[in-house]
Nanobody, 115 residues
């Protein structure tokens, strides 16, 4: 089946930046809607950003203006550029792919924003 593998997480100071990557295995990536979710301790999983196969994007209000989701279909990869990071952005970030009847999640990558 499809495998989603995230990378790019790490420790960053408030105000810093990180770029997350999610590479999908298999076929049909270019026709699929993709998204980034996050899970913070004590909080429910929330949608951070989404991008359709056509390139339309949507963002959570808390990250709008700071985060940018994009995709490179030639590389089967979706990105999340995170700028002006805040401590409340600390979470495990998970890649999500909507393949119609099958929906897939990555294992997650840890982002920690701390001084």
């Amino acid at each position: 089946q499809v495998q989603l593998v995230e990378s790019g997480g790490g420790l960053v100071q408030p105000g810093g930046s990180l770029r997350l990557s999610c590479r999908a295995s298999g076929s049909f990536f270019s026709t699929r809607d993709m998204a980034w979710y996050r899970e913070a301790p004590g909080k429910q999983r929330e949608l951070v950003a989404a991008i359709t196969s056509g390139g339309s994007t949507n963002y959570a209000g808390s990250v709008k203006g700071r985060f940018t989701i994009s995709r490179d279909n030639a590389k089967n990869t979706v990105y999340l550029q995170m700028n002006s990071l805040k401590p409340e952005d600390t979470a495990v970030y998970l890649c999500y792919g909507d393949y119609g009847l099958a929906r897939f999640w990555g294992q997650g990558t840890q982002v920690t924003v701390s001084s």
